[in-house]
């Protein structure tokens, strides 16, 4: 007898274990997909703390859609009545305020809640929704006047080099942090306090430490020269989006690395992430809105791979190309369009007053400019 009611615990125990483990399996195919702006409300007017909301599930359709609008541009007209009211719900009804440059970002290895310590992140407004990677029509594709900009470095020829140091330095201030030289090139110690009051610190004679703190560093170099190439500009004219990756985390947990340093990198990755954000906001005037996917670990794609994004035609620009003469060329050439355009600017307004001054100061007499083509009486 009581061999049988040990027998029924046991098949009961193995049925919840049976259901647990797949609805375990059919939330992971759930991600999160988060919203930055500046400003609240500015041109997001969800409520972060919405139930309604944070429950809600965006395909990749109906991002695609929420980026076309924030570009200004039409979305696709295919978009159903259920993501007619997810953007009804999330962006601002005004159709003139839009911040026309969208930074989207896809970042792998990390929990899908991607919220779960909002002290990381230091910005006003950040809004979380759940997010469904799986879609027919991965592709997204723009109009041929929206601009795309791939935010991906490729360093590995800096790896072990003087230049790899001195930005892993750069990226250890940016983090307030420091960085602790080793015997060899980029094998020193990066040392960063996080917001919960934990001490981050990234052995990087470690291979699994040195490749997450490579890959942080070429983040981190991309953003800001693609910051440095639009600081000032007017984009309200036009319709930008910046384009970026990150797989760090991933490769922390295929490495087996301790729980702790992994969920150290988790919290310093959202923190960087909220410092870059403010940083590229600033440099855009404004007029900027993040748009971060975090895929669920069940999601057996590379993060390169989630967004397939296409233009009609033409502008790609990798920003990976505008590294030392090349980055220094454009630059130089911003500079100077700048320069010639105030230069011409000043010349006008001084041709305009001078020209203005001989006008009123002409005689008006019969044998001026003024009345000789006139014919006498």
């Known amino acids: 007898m009581r061999f049988a009611a040990i027998s029924v615990l046991c098949l009961k125990a193995f049925a919840a274990w049976i259901l647990f483990f797949w609805?375990?399996?059919?939330?992971?195919?759930?991600?999160?997909?988060?919203?930055?702006?500046?400003?609240?409300?500015?041109?997001?007017?969800?409520?972060?703390?919405?139930?309604?909301?944070?429950?809600?599930?965006?395909?990749?359709?109906?991002?695609?859609?929420?980026?076309?609008?924030?570009?200004?541009?039409?979305?696709?007209?295919?978009?159903?009545?259920?993501?007619?009211?997810?953007?009804?719900?999330?962006?601002?009804?005004?159709?003139?305020?839009?911040?026309?440059?969208?930074?989207?970002?896809?970042?792998?290895?990390?929990?899908?809640?991607?919220?779960?310590?909002?002290?990381?992140?230091?910005?006003?407004?950040?809004?979380?929704?759940?997010?469904?990677?799986?879609?027919?029509?991965?592709?997204?594709?723009?109009?041929?006047?929206?601009?795309?900009h791939l935010l991906q470095n490729s360093e590995e020829n800096e790896v072990h080099s003087i230049g790899a140091e001195q930005k892993l330095k750069q990226l250890s201030l940016f983090l307030g942090g420091s960085y602790q030289q080793g015997k060899d090139l980029v094998q020193g110690t990066i040392t960063v306090p996080l917001p919960s009051g934990a001490m981050a610190t990234f052995d990087l004679s470690k291979e699994a430490d040195q490749t997450f703190a490579l890959e942080l560093s070429s983040f981190f170099q991309s953003v800001t020269k693609a910051a440095i190439l639009y600081e000032g500009r007017d984009l309200q004219n036009s319709a930008e989006i910046f384009v970026a990756t990150f797989s760090g985390i991933e490769g922390l947990r295929r490495a087996n690395t301790s729980t702790a340093t992994t969920l150290h990198a988790s919290e310093l990755l959202k923190c960087m992430i909220g410092k870059l954000f403010s940083y590229m906001e600033q440099a855009c005037n404004g007029h900027l809105v993040g748009v971060i996917a975090v895929p669920s670990f069940s999601i057996q794609k590379p993060v390169q791979e989630i967004f397939d994004i296409k233009l009609s035609l033409r502008y790609v620009r990798r920003l990976d190309e505008l590294s030392s003469s090349n980055y220094t060329t454009i630059i130089a050439?911003?500079?100077?369009?700048?320069?010639?355009?105030?230069?011409?600017?000043?010349?006008?307004?001084?041709?305009?007053?001078?020209?203005?001054?001989?006008?009123?100061?002409m005689p008006l007499t019969r044998d001026t400019l003024l009345y000789s083509g006139a014919k006498l009486d």
């Not at 355009?341 to 001078?354: C, E, N, P, R, S």
């Open 23 to 148: 609805g375990g399996v059919k939330a992971n195919g759930i991600g999160s997909i988060v919203f930055m702006e500046g400003k609240p409300g500015q041109y997001l007017r969800g409520n972060p703390w919405s139930t309604e909301l944070q429950e809600t599930i965006f395909s990749k359709a109906d991002i695609f859609a929420t980026v076309s609008v924030l570009l200004g541009v039409e979305p696709p007209s295919s978009i159903d009545q259920d993501c007619a009211d997810k953007l009804d719900k999330l962006l601002s009804p005004d159709p003139f305020n839009r911040p026309h440059v969208i930074w989207l970002l896809t970042v792998g290895g990390l929990e899908t809640d991607f919220m779960n310590n909002g002290a990381c992140f230091g910005i006003n407004s950040i809004q979380q929704h759940k997010f469904s990677p799986e879609d027919s029509n991965p592709t997204l594709r723009f109009p041929d006047d929206v601009k795309l």
């Open 333 to 361: 050439e911003a500079l100077a369009e700048k320069i010639i355009a105030y230069f011409t600017g000043i010349l006008l307004v001084l041709a305009v007053i001078i020209g203005s001054c001989y006008l009123f100061k």
